[in-house]
């Protein structure tokens, strides 16, 4: 719905030029990074303080505008898009680190400060944040999304490193969520829920981190396999054995050409484990010969060390840097992007299945994972306005979602839901999907926040 001219007329008086109604700050702020469309949002909020967070969504509510998070808007589900018009607001103004406790191993920010900014201004602490989705996000939208990615088979997700958080509810309050202390028993976990809730709950403000040690010694290499299946019977015998792996990232053939197109690498056409260690230099020595025994046993053809920290960023920006490679396997293309997250026993077969899916609809359709806790990743590449391409991308992604409840795993480990998935919610959760929107209706009854997002239509 368009704002109406009262509520522009307040937001203006609370903002100034930090309200924005240009087209180019409103189709900056509408865009997807994947096929996922809608019009712009009607107008674009920047606020500083948490006050000024908290007058937006008094006077959004009092006029019943739709209200939309955003911060660096690289999430792939559509998450962030106007799709029923309304006010975005950025939280990228509120940068700020606020307060490092390195005896605490913990930090409090505001929701606009990025990861790798996070992390800069760690460096002489010996801490580190790692929850490492790819993409510089903020960690508010991280938060807000759950985020997790390549280090999370063994630092966990945004929810096991989100120790508590300010939000903005829909009315305007303001709350506080969880301690700093490690632990509490005290009353609902309204850290856990928030964090995840993909802006329909309320808008975080503030986050209070758990920081880990810089490890002493890291070691990161890449090695190809004969087949997919070799492959990830590999990263399954890997964790079952124990081995701690930092991480261990897979990629296909087809991803492993799109590196060699952009990287000017000479990886063999072949699927390809991604892997990094952190401990003592005894420690990741024993890891790696450990892991060594297995990618033989496996048929791997060995490795490929990155033996210093400029070759190792290396290593890690090419995976990170996958989405764009691949789209580059097909010029002009765009992508259906899905990811599914399964029990490690059923991890080969679910990525068999999924490859054997992509071939039967004949489309190009690169992946890559994080197969280390289960979760995969297919980026389906579709012509712009091709209808029969993108339906059979969505079979596909459907298909894969569908195998993953059956087997007791999840139809996204990560991405989210957004508008791409919010489709298949209740085959995810049943009857805990109306619970839901009971959560949503009680703390936002006028609708306001991301709406048309995962949870169902309120009435």
């Not at 792996?245 to 484990?273: K, W």
Request: glycine share 10%; charged share 20%; proline share 6%.
């Amino acid at each position: 719905m368009p704002i109406p001219d009262d509520a522009l007329a307040a937001l203006r008086a609370l903002l100034g030029p930090r309200l924005s109604t240009s087209d180019s700050e409103r189709a900056t702020h509408g865009a997807s990074e994947t096929y996922h469309r809608a019009p712009p949002p009607d107008a674009v909020a920047f606020p500083e303080t948490t006050a000024e967070v908290s007058d937006i969504l008094k006077i959004c509510n009092a006029y019943r505008v739709p209200v939309m998070g955003f911060g660096t808007g690289t999430a792939l589900e559509g998450h962030t898009l106007a799709t029923r018009g309304g006010l975005t607001v950025s939280l990228m103004r509120m940068d700020r680190v606020l307060d490092i406790r390195a005896a605490d191993m913990l930090a409090v920010v505001q929701p606009g400060v990025t990861r790798e900014a996070l992390n800069e201004e760690l460096r002489a602490t010996g801490l580190f944040f790692p929850v490492d989705p790819g993409a510089n996000a903020s960690l508010g939208g991280m938060a807000a999304t759950r985020a997790s990615g390549t280090t999370a088979v063994r630092y966990g997700t945004m929810r096991d490193n989100v120790l508590g958080l300010e939000a903005v509810l829909a009315d305007g309050r303001v709350i506080r969520t969880g301690t700093r202390a490690a632990k509490s028993s005290a009353g609902y976990d309204l850290t856990g829920l928030l964090v995840g809730s993909e802006g329909t709950l309320g808008l975080i403000t503030e986050l209070t981190l758990r920081l880990h040690g810089q490890p002493e010694e890291v070691a990161a290499g890449v090695c190809a396999f004969p087949t997919l299946e070799a492959a990830v019977e590999c990263v399954t015998a890997t964790i079952q054995s124990g081995i701690p792996m930092a991480r261990i990232e897979f990629v296909d053939a087809a991803a492993a050409r799109a590196f060699n197109q952009t990287s000017g690498l000479s990886l063999p056409d072949l699927p390809h484990l991604m892997v990094e260690f952190h401990g003592s230099p005894a420690s990741v020595a024993a890891d790696a010969v450990a892991f060594g025994a297995l990618v033989e046993e496996f048929g791997g053809l060995g490795f490929d060390w990155a033996t210093t920290p400029d070759d190792r960023a290396r290593l890690w920006r090419m995976r990170h840097g996958a989405y764009r490679a691949c789209l580059k396997l097909r010029p002009g293309a765009t992508a259906v992007v899905t990811d599914v997250c399964v029990p490690m026993s059923e991890l080969p077969a679910a990525v068999s299945a999924a490859a054997a899916d992509i071939a039967a609809e004949g489309l190009l359709g690169p992946m890559v994972g994080h197969v280390g806790d289960g979760n995969f990743h297919a980026q389906l590449l579709v012509e712009p306005g091709n209808d029969a391409e993108l339906a059979a991308a969505k079979r596909i992604a459907t298909r894969m979602a569908e195998r993953a409840i059956a087997i007791g795993g999840t139809i996204t480990g990560e991405h989210g839901f957004g508008i791409g998935k919010r489709p298949l919610m209740a085959a995810q959760h049943g009857e805990a999907w109306q619970v839901m929107g009971a959560i949503k209706a009680a703390l936002d009854p006028n609708g306001i926040l991301n709406p048309g997002k995962l949870v169902p239509d309120m009435n």
